[in-house]
């Protein structure tokens, strides 16, 4: 079992020199790696090596970052991840705001938090934040491997590279939504919403499991959720095609009175 203590806090600067001797020390031109299947978020030298030696062992490749900074940059739009292993206990910037901030872009991307916050309470916050999985430390190594292998055989359908309903589409590779094959302006919030609906579609989301979703990072009244979901609808429930267009059909944000909302489509005469 690997056993770990109370670990100090490092300076910022030696999370960055840290983060470039583990790409080194796995013959990686630069941190940020294309072609990485994983990144790993950890600040302790000698786990993040450990961890890292495992994965390559598993087939995968590997990239690092070693503060909360480093980790938000190399997950912007565009990243190639398949997967997001996340200390919370990080110089700087914790995992948990990382997390929040990728929740926040409708970022899918599945994250297992490895961290010896340990408690029940942990573990719940960790997992409506929006972590796919929550391993405490210490942990064996066999079943951090059948973890990962898990998370990557799942399948998800947030990680197809297009997926929608009736007119809407989510465009993955992009990173944007298109309604009647248009690109469809929405703020990061409503992005987030959005994809919360769409996951769900013919399905009802509660308001509350909204707000965890969307308002993960910021203080907000249950009621800022009708509002958001008012100005989705402007955005959404627009007039079908002009005539002579292929037959359409026009979303819907149903209220369901106690119980959330539904995204749903319908043909249209």
Known sequence: MLGLGHVAPRPKQFALNLAAKLSNAFQFDSVITPSAHVL???????LSLWLGTA??????????AADGESADAQLQAGHRFKLVLLDLNLPGRDGLSVLQALRQRADA???MILTARASVADRVLGLNVGADDYLPK???LSEFEARVQALLRRPRQMQWTQWGVGPLLW??????????????????????????LLESAHRVVSKEQLHARVFSDAPAELDAVE?????????????????????ARRLRINTLRGLGYMLSDKDTA
């Open 40 to 46: 790993l978020v950890e600040d302790t030298p000698e």
């Open 55 to 64: 994965l390559r062992q598993l087939g995968l490749q590997v990239a690092f």
């Open 109 to 111: 991307v599945p994250v």
């Open 138 to 140: 210490p942990f064996e």
């Open 171 to 196: 465009d993955g590779d992009d990173q944007h939504f298109l309604l009647h094959e248009q690109p469809l302006a929405l703020t990061p919030r409503e992005t987030a919403a959005l994809k919360t």
């Open 227 to 247: 509002v958001l979901i008012y100005r989705l609808r402007k955005k959404i429930e627009t007039p079908v095609p002009p005539t002579g267009a292929a037959p």
